[in-house]
């Protein structure tokens, strides 16, 4: 039973647009979700993270919106650049020191 | 510098066989995980310690043995290897303390691939 959905497993956006990526989530308990970035034959990197108390974080380019009621977040990067085009995790976690529970990813592409 | 590596990036090996594989963290972070990655690409949680002690021991298997020589190191070692075990495992590590990162900001390794023949 998935905990954190991706339900879109790619997207494709022209460079210069904006990038929405999305998550739904089912666990109540929840307190923390973060967005991770990754390249082939690399490990996920951390982009950006958002805490239940809050319901949007901001950092450059990339937004986070957490919609609680909803079980929902959602990833906006603006504008969108080549070098964005990777698979974008969604994950989430209970408690510090806890282990992440990750989506499947959207593979995002963003072409010139 | 590298914050959080591996060895090795690359495992072969025969079923039945046991393999360790390292994981060092330079970050000064006090917790340490182990996820996999399997072939439908879903990554989970394996193992989490925090001060050298187990804190998450996710339903794996007892083959899969986590351990922690100090803060900065958890290894996996992984008896009697099966077909099934074959997928790519992350080490990860964050700091749980106040001092640190307020959500969970965990920072990965490079990965390792394991492929059991």
């Known amino acids: 039973d998935q905990q954190v959905k991706q339900n879109s497993p790619s997207l494709s956006v022209q460079e210069g647009r904006i990038s929405i990526l999305n998550c739904d989530y089912t666990n109540s308990m929840f307190d923390y979700f973060l967005w991770y970035k990754k390249y082939p034959a690399e490990g996920p990197t951390f982009l950006i993270s958002i805490s239940s108390i809050k319901d949007k974080n901001e950092d450059g380019r990339f937004t986070v919106f957490l919609n609680k009621s909803a079980k929902h977040l959602s990833l906006h990067i603006v504008p969108s650049q080549p070098g964005d085009s990777a698979v974008y995790f969604c994950a989430a976690s209970a408690f510090r020191g806890g282990g992440l529970v990750f989506g499947k990813g959207t593979k995002l592409t963003v072409n010139p | 510098d590298t914050a959080v590596s591996q060895t090795p990036k690359y495992l072969v090996t025969q079923m039945g066989n046991d393999k360790s594989i390292k994981c060092e963290q330079n970050l000064g972070h006090d917790t340490m995980y182990w996820y996999k990655q399997d072939s439908k690409k879903f990554l989970k949680i394996m193992f989490s310690?925090?001060?050298?002690?187990?804190?998450i021991n996710e339903t794996v298997p007892n083959r899969f043995s986590p351990k922690s020589p100090d803060k900065a190191h958890l290894n996996l070692h992984i008896n009697s290897l099966e077909l099934g075990d074959s997928a790519v495992y992350f080490c990860?590590?964050?700091?749980?303390?106040?001092?640190?990162?307020?959500?969970?900001?965990?920072?990965f390794g490079p990965g390792t691939r394991l492929t059991v023949l």
């Open positions: 310690y925090n001060n050298k002690e187990l804190i």
């Open positions: 990860a590590s964050s700091h749980t303390g106040l001092a640190g990162g307020l959500y969970n900001e965990q920072f």
